[in-house]
């Protein structure tokens, strides 16, 4: 069972199903929204203030939190020039009742791995919408690990979007501390590292892009797609766009199959899109980091 899929225990009647079909039919979704528009976005950032770098992301009533912390580390033997970033979700059994046990599990699961694939690349890195040479700090030696959490705090749909875009904030909001790195007259010598309490750089989010999932309901697809609207779709296509229109990862879910001339619409389709919801979240994040300095 797909864990997305657990939104189809949304108890819907008959005649609330031809109301939600009928509008997007119509292009005249429940709350009022075209296919294609985003419910209200508004951003917090530096929400915990022990992380490196946080944000709260509420998309509608989808309220997510994504935290990250910083950490020295080695790189991997196979990537001596990058850094290691993992991701994590928990769904908060108080966010939705089908969260409770393993459904909570199985879903926090589901999302890591779509976030992974969408901001990180493939297993090589390739594609990835994070700079991840930008963690070295001496190739082959030292370098940063981002450790990203996110917290599923209230779910009204589109949580992939919500924590994609809560993650983009926190990374705007992190400060990776200015490491200085004695080398020592050996190569085999261990480094000497010397870590800034004061100084820090602020992580370059320029790419880091943004996820648009077109869930596709009867004949029409939307975007922002509510719970209601979650539990009436036949497959849903989520793509990570960055600011320069390159599209960065791929997930598909839902059972239904897709012919290929329909997703590479859907792509085209989400890669407009994103362009709309980087202003939106560009402006709601500089809103958000210049009422935290006040």
Partial sequence: MDPYQFTKMVGLSTGEKHFIWGGIAQDLRSDGRQRLHYR????????????????????????????????LGKPSMHQPGKGKISIFVDCS???????EGRGGEELSTELAVALQRCLLGGKS??????????????????????????????????????LGAAIKAALSNTGIPKVNVDLGPSPDDQPEVNVSDEEFLQFDTSGVPVIVTLTKVGRHYIVDATSDE???MSSA???????????????????AGLDPSVIMDMISVGKHVSEQLITVLDS?????EASATD
């Fill in 125 to 162: 890195g390739a594609g990835a919408g994070i700079d991840l040479s930008s963690l070295i700090v001496t190739e082959g030696k030292i370098c940063w690990d981002l450790y990203i959490d996110g917290l599923v705090v209230s779910s009204d749909g589109n949580l992939l979007d919500a």
């Fill in 230 to 232: 979650e539990s009436q």
């Fill in 237 to 255: 296509v989520s793509v990570s766009v960055n600011r320069h229109g390159h599209i960065c990862g791929l997930t598909k879910r839902g059972g």
């Fill in 93 to 99: 059994p108080t966010a939705a009742p089908m969260f």
């Fill in 284 to 288: 709601e994040i500089s809103a958000a």
């Fill in 40 to 71: 209200p976005i508004s951003v917090e950032t530096g929400v915990i203030p022990q992380a490196n770098g946080s944000a709260r992301v509420r998309i509608g009533a989808t309220d997510v939190i994504a935290s990250i912390k910083a950490e």
